[in-house]
């Protein structure tokens, strides 16, 4: 029996980074904020002109500073995003805000004045607009118990033996072997800890063929890159490589033990785990 694991996500470390993180973020908007706000107080319009160079500097020093906010915080639709998170997310637009306020009271050049504001406008709008969509597209499903047997092209009415693969009296009880019409089958599990997904893969090997991929998509995404545990229940001998993982599918890699000059066949179980983190 061959069996491999990968480690979670949702470790103490990484939740502490995060925090870190985001408080690090909040500290600097907030600066940057306040630092604004006494300047645009202490120079009104027309009490000073700075040089066109410095403003440009500072403009492409404000836009780094905002991408960096918000890269390294939640997004705004986030389910799991604490409020400070929510925060931190709309403070680059008041940041960009205070920015053309200050450079339109330095300065006297009215297209300087209006191309730092369409700049500013194009680069918010964008923004929110990609976030925003990106994150409805993953916004999660309320999933409860989703089961899947491939048994057939179609599905609209499932054979006798439908029964004896998929248990009926017990969700948590998941067959460990196919009947032998079934490609596969899976068992979808969701709580307030997490998801789980135990699923039952057969696999064909030609005569000669030793290696094959197989691919697993998650529809909807896993809340989590998920931590999956594989071995082979059925088959000669066999290494079962993890090749890559992410919230929406993942890749392993089968390689027999030596090459056979008949039709192989593996039925390996494939079990994983996306483990719920809190925000903080």
Known sequence: MSSIAVLPTGSPTSTLF????????FATAIFVMLAQAVLIVRNPAGTTTLNPSFLY???????????????CTFHPRDSQASWLSRVV?????????????????????????????????????????VSLRRQSSKRPQQTTIIKQQLLFDTIDSPPAFAADILPLDNTNEIATT?????QQSWTRFSDDSGESITAIERVLFEPGQRHQTIY???VPSLIAVPEITTHIVEGPPATIRLDETQTFGARLELKLGQKYEEPIELIIQIEMVAVRTVAA
């Open 18 to 25: 995060a925090v870190i993180r985001r408080g690090g973020m």
């Open 178 to 182: 196919l009947a032998l019409h079934a």
């Open 216 to 218: 697993f998509s998650f």
């Open 89 to 129: 997310w709309v403070t680059p637009s008041i940041i960009a805000w205070e920015t053309f306020i200050l450079i339109s009271n330095a300065t006297v050049s009215s297209s300087l004045v209006v191309m730092t504001g369409l700049l500013l406008v194009v680069v918010e709008c964008n923004w929110w607009i």
């Open 57 to 71: 500097a500072t403009l492409v020093a404000i836009l780094c500073i905002n991408g960096g906010i918000r890269l």
